[in-house]
């Protein structure tokens, strides 16, 4: 998908305040092209800021009309604190600001941090906190910014006829399979199939059954970095 393809959510954090944008400043994955996109967050302050995929010439995008996917290369850039903000992706979304609520998957506000997939309450502008009862699965392994890691991940909302919502997680190997190449989509360890079911039991509310879909970057201080390259939005047919 291209730039021209993604909108800003409504009420996130300003340009003068976490500055957004593509740059070909900063190291790409592996197989990546020209450039990325990243965030900076420029001041002290707590908020966020996220894109949904609004495709031209495509149709149910924005929104999806039931489940679908997003795949994406993650990463929490080197910054003067290792703790203060999140990256991730979104599918689902309730409506077009960043105070509605989505299913998550990204990379977690601690040191070290874990991929989380989170269902948010409170909207998507709270982040992935390090632990919250609204986490509803996390990595067995755990990173460290200092491994300047890019993490390929791939989340899918299946909503199933009698309106449970299967959350799937996997992961791509960059170092093995870079972008440019197929990714082979493998379990996240820690991270099994997760079932948001009809009746409202298994999260405490019922499930989200379409939505719009992009990614974000959450923040609660300065010089935060997040950066997003390889963003792919599929739509359950």
């Known amino acids: 998908m291209s730039e ?22 900063i190291a790409r994955p592996s197989g990546g092209g020209s450039f990325l996109f ?13 894109l949904k995929a609004s495709p031209a010439g495509s149709t149910n995008f924005d929104p999806l009309l039931k489940g679908g ?10 910054s003067p604190g290792n703790t203060g903000w999140s990256p991730f992706l979104f599918i689902g979304l309730q409506g ?51 491994d300047d890691l890019w993490h390929h991940l791939r989340l899918d909302m299946v909503v199933n006829l009698n309106g449970d919502v299967v959350l799937k997680v996997f992961q791509n190997d960059l170092s093995a399979n870079p972008i440019g190449s197929a990714p082979v989509w493998t379990a996240v360890a820690g991270m099994t199939d997760f079932i948001d079911d009809a ?3 298994n999260t405490g509310s019922q499930p989200f059954t379409d939505g719009r879909v992009g990614f974000a970057h959450a923040v609660s201080d300065s010089q935060r970095r997040s950066y997003f ?7 359950q047919l």
């Open 38 to 50: 990243g965030f900076n967050s420029l001041q002290l302050v707590e908020g966020a800021v996220g």
């Open 96 to 146: 077009n600001s960043v105070l509605d609520n989505a299913y998550m998957l990204g990379l977690s506000d601690d040191d070290p941090y874990r991929i989380t997939l989170r269902k948010s309450d409170g909207g998507i502008v709270t982040g992935i906190p390090a632990t919250d009862d609204q986490n509803l699965r996390q990595s067995t392994a755990s990173f460290q910014i200092a």
């Open 199 to 201: 009746l409202g039991i």
């Open 69 to 78: 996917s997003i795949r994406g290369c993650v990463k929490r850039g080197a």
């Open 4 to 25: 021209l393809d993604w909108t800003f959510l409504g009420d996130g954090l300003d340009a003068g305040t976490v500055d957004r944008g593509v740059t070909a400043g």
């Open 229 to 235: 390259d390889h963003l792919e939005a599929l739509k």
